[in-house]
């Protein structure tokens, strides 16, 4: 198939640069590939989203909106200790009024209906797996997974080849550590100038609760416990219509200590004295989990290459601060549109996103993140400064760690006593959440985690990490089993994966590769 455009991915980012292309350039034949079975079905955000840009691209939505869409009335912010709450003063950026809890697996659905109505081909069900690079080291389109491989690898009854979109630009989309967006990096050395990436797993539920407990509207926000000092993190509960609430938290994947499970302090955190009695009673209606990269402008990787470009969280563009980023995603992809529309190639966009309003944006918070890798009291007093000072700090706060890099070995690190009690509220485990992500993979497919070296997880990182796959997963799809002959091997429980990509990015040894697996293949959640 040849495009003009070629989109990898139905999220915020692709779709609106999709509209925008065909609201400027009508005669563009333009395409959207998504991996999900559905557009929607793997989207997952908090999600609080300023309007402004969506209004810019888009006016008509707020005359039909998501079915998921409550103005925003309200904020709380505190510091939760194990027993009780400090309420601390409402950080600017998280005045709220004027913005929309939202669905970001029902706003993309709208979102490609209208690019739809202008002519653009949206696609799911196509996973994107490779790209095509021409002789002369440009990006020619994009290679599809190939469907109906058996286990072993080897081709099935059904077995289709993937086929070849050709485009003469490529525009990534993925979201954040997109399989795609890591082959360009590092093929074209993106990341040659920036800090490496940092990330956040995020776990959401969507909760049904008794009637009178929900005030629609309201938007809080902890940090503290049941985290410690050294780990960065912080929960949300936002208030829906319908007796309704999204309940999430968030791990910072810079976390040092080799014995945390980010899940289990998502479930200890609904147990809180002052948070259980709201969830008490109620019952989960959907869950799924995401990384967010967080990194902020430092951590930005060049966004444009010959013959393709990077936008939305495939470069980064969350404000974390703000915890948003769906309003970012949006100008990006607007400004990858109306960039290609002038100059008819990606060269130039990379400085024209930088010196663009999401650019300032980022770079007036740059040193937010980066403040709490020195732990959380200096991040609060940095954050503070940099609320007062709007940013204009003359220095940045570099980070010149990866993630994967700061896990410290069990013999080396005295993990914090944590004294997390029994749980009564749902869901009972990992398994338990996974059903509430309603994910799917046919088990007759190869594994679309590929471990270069299983001899590491069980000689050396035993040892030296105590395998941190079986933890930092909020899925269980990583298992060290008792071989009959004695020893252990790794088991991958592939179909239990959400796609968050935690495992990609925070195997201490970078012998995990998150690949897409059969196009159509995944969660498929439900409102989130």
């Not at 350039?25 to 395409?31: F, G, Y």
């Not at 909106?65 to 027993?83: H, M, N, S, W, Y």
């Not at 290679?143 to 086929?163: C, H, R, V, Y």
């Not at 208030?239 to 609430?245: A, I, S, T």
């Amino acid at each position: 198939m040849e495009y003009d455009v070629v989109l990898v991915g139905a999220g915020p980012a692709g779709l609106s640069c999709a509209i925008r292309l065909k609201q400027l350039k009508p005669e563009l034949n333009v395409c959207v590939l998504e991996k999900a079975a559905a557009v929607g079905a793997h989207a997952l955000s908090g999600a609080v989203m300023e309007p402004g840009p969506l209004d810019a691209l888009a006016p008509e939505w707020r005359e039909s909106p998501p079915e998921i869409c409550v103005p925003a009335l309200r904020d709380e912010f505190r510091l939760l200790t194990r027993k009780g709450s400090m309420r601390l003063p409402l950080p600017p950026q998280l005045h709220n009024r004027g913005n929309f809890i939202i669905s970001l697996g029902l706003l993309t659905p709208w979102l490609a209906r209208k690019a739809e109505s202008l002519g653009v081909d949206v696609f799911p069900g196509f996973a994107a797996a490779a790209p095509l690079i021409s002789a002369d080291g440009v990006v020619a389109g994009v290679q599809l997974g190939d469907m109906g491989l058996q286990k072993d690898g080897t081709p099935g009854p059904n077995f289709t080849p993937g086929a070849e979109v050709r485009a003469r630009t490529t525009v990534v989309a993925e979201g954040a550590r997109g399989s795609l967006a890591k082959q360009l990096i590092r093929r074209f050395g993106l990341d040659a100038r920036s800090s490496p990436q940092s990330y956040g797993l995020g776990m959401k539920e969507l909760w049904q609760l008794p009637e009178g407990r929900v005030q629609p509207g309201l938007i809080q926000h902890t940090l503290g416990w049941p985290l410690d000092s050294r780990t960065y993190g912080g929960s949300f509960i936002y208030h829906l219509d319908k007796n309704r609430v999204y309940v999430g938290f968030v791990v910072g994947l810079d976390y040092e200590d080799p014995r945390l499970t980010p899940f289990e302090a998502f479930q200890q955190f609904k147990h809180h004295r002052e948070i259980r009695p709201l969830l008490e009673g109620g019952e989960i209606l959907a869950a799924g989990a995401r990384t967010i990269a967080a990194g902020g402008w430092q951590s930005i990787p060049r966004l444009e290459m010959p013959g393709a470009m990077l936008i939305g969280d495939s470069g980064g563009g969350v404000n974390v601060p703000k915890i948003k980023g769906i309003h970012q995603a949006i100008r990006s992809g607007m400004l990858a549109a109306e960039h290609l529309a002038d100059t008819g190639a990606p060269a130039g966009f990379d400085a024209r996103w930088r010196a663009s309003p999401g650019g300032r944006e980022l770079r007036a918070v740059r040193n937010f993140k980066p403040g709490f890798k020195r732990g959380l009291w200096f991040g609060m007093a940095n954050a503070g400064f940099e609320a007062v000072t709007g940013g204009r700090t003359p220095w940045t706060l570099v980070n010149r760690t990866p993630d994967h890099a700061r896990l410290k070995d069990l013999s080396q690190y005295e993990s914090p006593a944590r004294d997390w009690g029994e749980r009564a509220l749902p869901p009972r485990d990992r398994l338990a959440s996974v059903f509430f992500a309603s994910t799917s993979h046919d088990e007759s497919q190869p594994a679309h985690l590929k471990v270069l070296d299983t001899s590491i997880c069980i000689e050396r990182c035993a040892k030296e990490f105590g395998n941190p796959c079986q933890r930092f997963c909020p899925a269980n799809v990583y298992e060290m089993v008792d071989e009959p002959s004695g020893g252990k091997r790794l088991q991958i429980n592939a179909a239990n994966c959400v796609h968050c990509k935690a495992c990609d990015i925070k195997d201490p040894y970078e012998i995990i590769n998150w690949t897409p697996p059969e196009g159509g293949s995944g969660p498929n959640y439900q409102s989130l």
